[in-house]
T-cell receptor, first 112, second 112 residues
């Protein structure tokens, strides 16, 4: 069974801090994604990656960056955290470009 | 206006009831249609994945797609308390199902 592991379930950070959210998948999937989930706004795509060292912007990339140095690991970086980045962050992976997603259990980030 | 509109709920039904969850969409280019189930404090998990118009059945779950009306539904027969969760519809325009557009979700409670 596919496992997508997000390193933290809950995080509390201060405004202006640099924040790293880590995600690891164990099924050798090519594609990895970062979404955020907010009430009334659903899931919105932040960044995705089809291959190592490759990244593409999603719908709401502002204020975020990503890193994919190894196939199994995809990191989301908040360069300078702001209160409007308080959210649930979901990492996902898929084996092929037309496959649906396997999600992790999310990281609930609070920025104060 | 959002590309994908999902019946907001919440929905509360007695055990054994038939449940209908619905989404409408405006983008006629959507080709892939998915339903995810999300339990509290968990990530979404894929329930159903369809490509064409018509019905797809999996146990107690039936996914229905009507492209002419831009309408999709998920039916749950003989609903169980374990079906209590938030249900998310998702759809994509091309072969990348990972770049899906999600509905906001409908929260279902099945009472014993």
């Amino acid at each position: 069974d596919v496992k997508v592991t997000q390193s933290s379930r809950y995080l509390v950070k201060r405004t202006g801090e640099k924040v790293f959210l880590e995600c690891v998948q164990d099924m050798d999937h090519e594609n990895m994604f970062w979404y955020r989930q907010d009430p009334g706004l659903g899931l919105r795509l932040i960044y995705f990656s089809y291959d190592v060292k490759m990244k593409e912007k999603g719908d709401i990339p502002e204020g975020y960056s990503v890193s994919r140095e190894k196939k199994e690991r995809f990191s989301l970086i908040l360069e300078s955290a702001s209160t409007n980045q308080t959210s649930m962050y979901l990492c996902a992976s898929s084996p092929r470009i037309d496959s649906p997603l396997h999600f992790g259990n999310g990281t609930r980030l609070t920025v104060t | 206006q959002k590309e994908v509109e999902q019946d907001p709920g919440p929905l509360s039904v007695p055990e054994g009831a038939i449940v209908s969850l619905n989404c409408t969409y405006s983008n006629s280019a959507f080709q892939y249609f998915m339903w995810y189930r999300q339990y509290s404090r968990k990530g979404p998990e894929l329930l159903m994945y369809t490509y064409s118009s018509g019905n797809k059945e999996d146990g107690r779950f039936t996914a229905q797609v009507d492209k002419s009306s831009k309408y999709i539904s998920l039916f749950i027969r003989d609903s169980q308390p374990s079906d209590s969760a938030t249900y998310l519809c998702a759809m994509s325009t091309n072969t990348n199902a990972g770049k899906s557009t999600f509905g906001d979700g409908t929260t279902l409670t099945v009472k014993p």
